[in-house]
């Protein structure tokens, strides 16, 4: 919704703003075109010198009373009344003066402008004196309408109903009195009608500003937040695939290079030029990682990753907080790529640090991990708080990596395209996490090592 012209305080001097986009016909015709550059030009204009527009007003509302003034009359639009009162061409100057003059002021103090002309206009009524310049109740009403309070508008505008059922019938009789007051009032229901319609289409304009700013910051906002998710995912996967592959490649030069050294081999420089070179690029991971992922230590990102050897030792870290669990495994887990294996890791870790979180030590988990031509099944299932039992939390076992939680354990799952099922169980009794991976039949050539 927002225009090109939303800010066109920047606009330089002299210069016509740019057509809104779907208004290139408007600005192409030749007449509605001109109308538009005008239009800008003008607003331009009075943003910079504002007393130019309130001294041509004066100017205006003046060169109106000034065949009046001339003539030495003020007569009545609504035919000559039998009393009309007669007062000197300096009462008549005078009176123009005191109604034209605060028009100076009409934008800065709407609401004393009007109430001033207002009191002026009562005066020049008692005598019994129609002037031209009687226009600028009209063009003080409308300013206020439209820059002033609406609580006073509302006493304005009753005011100025008042005023002008009083100066038709009673102050300064005319000859058709009941036309007269229709007239009167229509005209002061136009001014403030006025006046309210474009304070309104101000007000929407400036409301589609606003939300075109809150929008521009919440689009920003969003691209910030995707950009950091984005961070996170990547140095999820150089943490989960890369820097075990490097581990490995280290380990194995080492191993190398020390059985080349025994045998008495030349090779041995250059595998242990090898081994550097990986601890090289590791502690170069450390440095991207600790970018990538704020707040996270080095030390965590880079220790070497888990895998399904690694399930003992976290189930008896888990044992020892007081939750018994059983694992059983199917297949050949050995053949699995790493990736493969630190999914089943961080999905078997997660699912048995949010039992100990919501199901206290009590508890009992069975977990199986099935390894099958093409898939992975990794099922993990516990019979809940026993009944009686107040669940209390219990800390996470040391040495565990707290993860992404459940979202994490969908998006390792959606890497390998598999699928997720969490929820209560169908005894109606505990939890259930059950994640199907499919993997590749044969590890994929950077996992060869494992």
């Known amino acids: 919704m927002r225009t090109e012209r939303a800010a066109p305080a920047a606009v330089a001097p002299g210069t016509t703003l740019p057509p809104l986009p779907g208004l290139d016909a408007a600005w192409a015709h030749p007449v509605l075109g001109s109308m538009l550059r005008g239009h800008s030009h003008r607003q331009w204009l ?44 300096g009462a ?16 800065r103090a709407p609401a004393v402008t009007y109430f001033v002309i207002a009191a002026v206009s009562l005066v020049e009524w008692s005598v019994g004196v129609w002037l031209p310049a009687g226009l600028s109740v ?21 005011l100025a109903v008042a005023t002008v059922v009083l100066a038709a019938w009673v102050l300064a009789p005319i000859e058709h009195p009941l036309l007269g007051s229709f007239f009167l009032l229509g005209t002061t229901t136009a001014a403030v009608a006025v006046g309210l319609t474009l304070r309104i289409r101000r007000m929407y304009l400036e409301a589609l500003e606003d939300r075109a700013r809150r929008l521009e910051i919440e689009q920003e906002q969003r691209l910030r937040l995707t950009a950091a998710a984005e961070r996170s995912r990547v140095a999820r996967e150089m943490h989960d695939i890369v820097g075990h592959n490097l581990s490995v490649m280290v380990t194995v030069a080492d191993g190398a290079a020390t059985l080349a050294t025994n045998r008495g081999e030349h090779s041995a420089e250059a595998l242990r030029i090898l081994g550097d070179t990986g601890r090289q690029a590791m502690s170069e991971l450390r440095r991207v990682l600790g970018v990538l992922r704020e707040g996270q230590e080095a030390a965590q990102l880079l220790s070497p990753q888990p895998g399904i050897h690694d399930l003992d030792p976290l189930l008896s870290r888990v044992r020892a907080a007081g939750l018994a669990v059983r694992y059983r495994t199917m297949g050949d887990l050995d053949s699995l790529g790493s990736g493969v294996q630190l999914t089943v890791y961080r999905v078997v870790q997660e699912a048995l640090t949010n039992t100990l979180k919501h199901a206290g030590s009590g508890s009992s988990v069975e977990v199986t991990v099935t390894a099958d031509t093409g898939t992975v099944h990794i099922r993990v299932a516990d019979t809940g708080a026993p009944p009686g039992q107040t669940v209390r939390p219990v800390a996470e076992p040391r040495g565990g990596d707290p993860g992404h939680g459940l979202v994490g354990i969908r998006q390792r799952a959606a890497m390998y395209g598999g699928t997720v099922v969490i929820g209560p169980r169908d005894t109606g009794h505990g939890w259930l996490v059950d994640v199907v991976l499919d993997v590749p039949t044969s590890p994929a050539p950077g996992e060869q090592l494992s």
């Open 46 to 89: 009075d943003r910079r010198h504002p007393w130019l527009l309130d001294t041509a007003v004066v100017l205006l509302v003046v060169c109106v009373s000034m065949p009046s003034l001339l003539g030495g009359t003020s007569g009545s639009l609504f035919g000559d009344a039998d009393s009309q009162g007669q007062v000197s061409s």
């Open 92 to 107: 008549m100057v005078a009176l123009t003066a005191a109604l034209a003059i605060p028009l100076w002021w009409r934008r």
């Open 138 to 158: 009209l063009i003080a009403l409308y300013t206020l309408a439209r820059r002033g309070s609406l609580r006073v508008l509302g006493w304005a505008g009753a």
